[in-house]
């Protein structure tokens, strides 16, 4: 962008423009840029070539758990990993790079006229006047690049949502389409329901004798192994490197002379080190990294957690040894290895105990948890109302809407309620993506029969479910509500279109992974 800006700098109207892009920027995206000025750089993934860095991974994945948590009560990191909610970030990231370099080889360009008009109209903020140096310091700090990459960065997704819009522009939504999700959205109901988490008994769970597990282990043979073939990467331990090292930036943009000059100093530096002086002390006088207070220690990192040519020279050198010169996108590095981890595996014999453990307990603490909710049912069939459940372990509404009483356990059973939420809904609140219950609710319950006679599982929790209130359709409101209707079907099935084509993108290209993400 914006050389358009940096030459402009006194123009009031350039000014608030970039004040504009650091303020939604910052407190949209987070540390979002694309890419870091040190070689420190860990990868989630890379995408032909193209690096997502794990800092942008790591704001998508919080942005989307706060989404999450704010609409589901009880959402935590255990259901996050349940659900594959790392999984699903990465993913969003590698579709969008993928869409962004789909546009480029389509001739697709945006220009900076395109991205200065993009910038006034999405990000113009308040009458603040612009400071240069404010604007460096904000990408250089809290996005870890330069101002270069982090224009570049927004191009590429203009690029991206210009691609998206060229394959949503021939989509049609139907009248009796949008009649149908009518219907759907404005069917209501609202539960009544007992929530039992397993978890509340695992503070209470005993471990088992070692005869308990010899007997576990005989009869649930094939569960232990599965399980342990599922978590393998819980049981395994790629190699890692403990590394230091010296680095001289060069910024992508730099002239001949810059260059030059950088390389004299990164060649001064291992001049010294190879003859003999102190590494760390060295990097400490000289190297423009964030580590060099640090003696230029990177502590210990696997495969993948680098930049590919620090990476390959780091995991050549053995314990001790220092490398020549390594150039990265970042500059020029020296490196040493102080330690090497090498590869381990633990094999299923020695982790079996743990795994039947593991497995006993839940198996355990479900069965309370399914015991309680069974003998609430019960009382409920007999005519008990929910607040009237017998049970000391379940935690009751508060009136007024006021939380539960200090100290009471999360994780207690607990009697709560939905709200009214549509038939095309797909996430609960208060219970989590559960399409068999929404299916109960709208076709098995009714205001006459309002329970249902059986406990249901949802993503390992049990629930005891009472319908409370229904609310039908009103056809009279459909033509207030038909454009609104259109829009958001036409932005669904664009979605979709988006997602058949970047999976068609995905069978072509070369994506790897971070393999920590893949664990987990």
Do not use: C
Request: net charge neutral.
């Amino acid at each position: 962008m914006l050389n358009v800006f940096r030459q402009n700098a006194n123009n009031w109207l350039m000014v608030v423009v970039l004040g504009a892009i650091t303020f939604v920027f910052v407190f949209t995206f987070g540390s979002w840029g694309g890419g870091d000025l040190s070689g420190e750089m860990p990868i989630a993934a890379t995408v032909n070539g193209e690096v997502i860095p794990m800092s942008q991974f790591r704001v998508q994945y919080a942005q989307t758990f706060r989404m999450q948590s704010m609409y589901r009560q009880g959402f935590n990191a255990d259901q996050a990993r349940s659900e594959g909610l790392d999984q699903q970030v990465l993913d969003r990231l590698i579709t969008t790079e993928l869409l962004a370099q789909a546009a480029e080889k389509r001739g697709l360009v945006v220009t900076d006229d395109e991205i200065a008009e993009t910038v006034q109209k999405r990000f113009f903020g308040a009458d603040k006047p612009f400071e240069l140096e404010e604007y460096k310091r904000i990408v250089n700090g809290v996005y870890n690049t330069n101002e270069a990459r982090f224009e570049e960065a927004l191009r590429r997704e203009l690029l991206a949502a210009r691609l998206e819009g060229i394959l949503g522009d021939a989509l049609h939504v139907s009248e009796k389409e949008l009649l149908d999700t009518f219907n759907q959205k404005n069917d209501r109901v609202d539960l009544e329901l007992l929530k039992v988490d397993p978890v509340f008994w695992k503070a209470k769970a005993k471990a088992s004798s070692a005869e308990e597990l010899t007997a576990f282990k005989a009869e649930n043979k094939a569960e232990v192994e599965k399980f342990y073939n599922e978590h393998m990467n819980r049981y395994r331990q790629s190699k890692k490197v403990d590394a230091r090292h010296i680095l001289i930036k060069v910024a992508d943009s730099a002239s001949d002379n810059d260059k030059k000059a950088a390389r004299a100093k990164i060649d001064a530096a291992l001049v010294r080190v190879k003859g003999g002086e102190d590494f760390a002390k060295v990097a400490e006088e000289v190297s423009e990294d964030s580590s060099a207070k640090k003696g230029g220690s990177l502590g210990f990192f696997g495969e993948g957690a680098m930049v590919k040519p620090f990476e390959e020279a780091a995991f050549a050198l053995k314990a001790g040894e220092i490398s020549g010169v390594v150039e990265s996108k970042f500059g020029f590095h020296v490196i040493k290895v102080d330690e090497i981890q090498e590869a381990t595996k633990k094999e299923l014999g020695t982790v079996e105990d743990e795994i039947a453990q593991q497995l006993l307990t839940e198996r355990q603490q479900k069965a309370e948890a399914k015991k309680l909710a069974e003998a609430a049912l019960a009382e409920l069939k007999a005519g008990k109302a929910m607040a009237a459940l017998t049970d000391a372990k379940i935690v009751k509404p508060v009136a007024d809407g006021a939380p539960p009483a200090e100290g009471t356990d999360p994780f207690a059973p607990r009697v709560d309620a939905t709200g009214f939420f549509a038939r095309n809904t797909r996430v609960i609140p208060r219970v989590g993506v559960a399409p068999d219950l929404v299916t109960t609710a709208f076709e098995k319950l009714s205001l006459e029969q309002p329970l249902h006679d059986g406990v249901i599982e949802v993503n390992g929790r049990f629930f005891v479910v009472r319908l409370k209130g229904r609310e039908k359709p009103d056809a009279a409101k459909f033509a207030a509500e038909r454009d609104n209707l259109e829009e958001q079907a036409l932005s669904g099935r664009k979605s979709k279109t988006v997602d058949a084509f970047a999976s068609g993108l995905r069978g072509k290209a070369k994506i790897q992974k971070n393999p920590r993400l893949l664990a987990g």
